[in-house]
């Protein structure tokens, strides 16, 4: 009964390289979010996605960040040309429906660093 | 902006005190406030949980009080042990889907 994974679990990039996230939510899960942890900071909601597509990127930069969420496959988080700034650990969970009260699994994380 | 503010940002407690974390939050649209554990290299892990419509929940050694007048909740850890030790969020939750977290409280047991 496999939780939310993510992969890679650590990455390390040069600046302006990509950086791709993957995250596959527990089975029978059509939601997922993804959230970002800065060091000592909680964590920052970035964008919530269902399959194909994408219900709300109101925390996720403008620039330089995507996400997807096919229909089949892993949700992808992308980071292209990515800067100092971006090294963070980012956060993937899944829930069975997007009501208040149904329960978000988190994934360990990906922990990107940029150098 | 931040939508929850959580104290203390650490506290260290002897093995079998209680550990008590603070939140406080001003949105009365909140319907939902978790409380999750993280310990280091992890994800944070839903803990317990309350709706506002009961003021305390107690699961096993952990309970949330909450003041719906106050805007406040707080997570308490009774007979804290070293297994404890971890980072504790508090978040919030509206009728959507958008959890929005404190910033952590780093608890440390000393046995």
């Known amino acids: 009964n496999a939780g939310v994974m993510q992969n890679p679990r650590h990455l390390v990039r040069r600046r302006g390289q990509e950086a791709r996230l993957r995250c596959s939510p527990v089975k029978g899960h059509s939601h997922v979010y993804w959230y970002r942890q800065l060091p000592e900071e909680g964590l920052k909601f970035m964008v919530y996605l269902q399959k194909e597509n994408i219900i709300d990127e109101s925390g996720m930069p403008k620039e330089r960040f995507s996400a997807e969420f096919p229909k089949e496959g892993p949700s992808i988080l992308r980071i292209q040309q990515v800067v100092r700034g971006d090294s963070a650990a980012y956060f993937c969970?899944?829930?069975?429906?997007?009501?208040?009260?149904?329960?978000?699994?988190f994934g360990q994380g990906t922990r990107l660093t940029v150098v | 902006q931040q939508q929850v503010k959580q104290s203390p940002q650490s506290l260290i407690v002897q093995k079998g005190g209680i550990s008590i974390i603070n939140c406080a939050y001003e949105n009365t649209a909140f319907d939902y406030f978790p409380w999750y554990q993280q310990f280091p290299g992890k994800g944070p892990a839903l803990l317990i949980a309350i709706r506002p419509d009961v003021s305390e929940k107690k699961e096993g050694r952990f309970t949330i009080s909450f003041n719906k007048s106050a805007k406040q909740f707080s997570l308490h850890i009774m007979d804290s042990q070293p297994g404890d030790s971890a980072t504790y969020f508090c978040?919030?939750?509206?009728?959507?889907?958008?959890?929005?977290f404190g910033a952590g409280t780093t608890v440390t047991v000393r046995a």
């Open positions: 969970a899944s829930s069975f429906a997007g009501t208040a009260n149904t329960e978000a699994f």
């Open positions: 978040a919030v939750k509206s009728a959507d889907y958008k959890l929005s």
